[in-house]
């Protein structure tokens, strides 16, 4: 069992930036490729990005590349989810899960395991 738990959510303005962190209990990330997702109210669960188990491949959808960087500290056992510039439409609930894929990173919800409780992002125009 993997428990994981978002931080960093918060009220920011147009431009600026946040970090969110998703650390894991339970067991190690290196088993998991590690992803973010978000959701806004009346809207599908949306991937962002991910990186696989082994940390050699990340992926990024293309709305926030470029201005998303996902990375992983296997010591923290924490991945990160750093955002700049931010825009009004990437306001949601932003989620991180762990999914035992091990070819890459898998885009679908339904891959993964095990998800944290979620953290609000608001962006202010």
């Known amino acids: 069992q993997v428990q994981l738990v978002e931080s960093g959510g918060g009220l920011v303005q147009a431009g600026g930036s946040l970090r969110l962190s998703c650390t894991a209990s339970?067991?190690?990330?290196?088993?998991?490729?590690m992803s973010w997702f978000r959701q806004a109210p009346g809207k599908e669960r949306e991937f962002l990005a991910g990186?696989?188990?082994?940390?050699?491949?990340?992926d990024y959808v293309k709305s926030v590349e470029g201005r998303f960087t996902t990375s992983r500290d296997t010591a923290k056992n924490t991945v990160y989810l750093e955002m700049d510039p931010l825009k009004p439409e990437d306001a949601a609930v932003y989620y991180c899960?762990?999914?035992?894929?091990?070819?890459?990173?898998?885009?679908?919800?339904?891959?993964?395991?095990?998800w944290g409780q979620g953290t609000q992002v608001i962006v202010s125009s």
């Open positions: 899960g762990a999914s035992r894929w091990r070819f890459g990173v898998t885009r679908a919800p339904r891959d993964y395991d095990y």
């Open positions: 990186v696989s188990w082994n940390g050699i491949t990340t």
């Open positions: 339970g067991h190690t990330i290196n088993d998991y490729c």
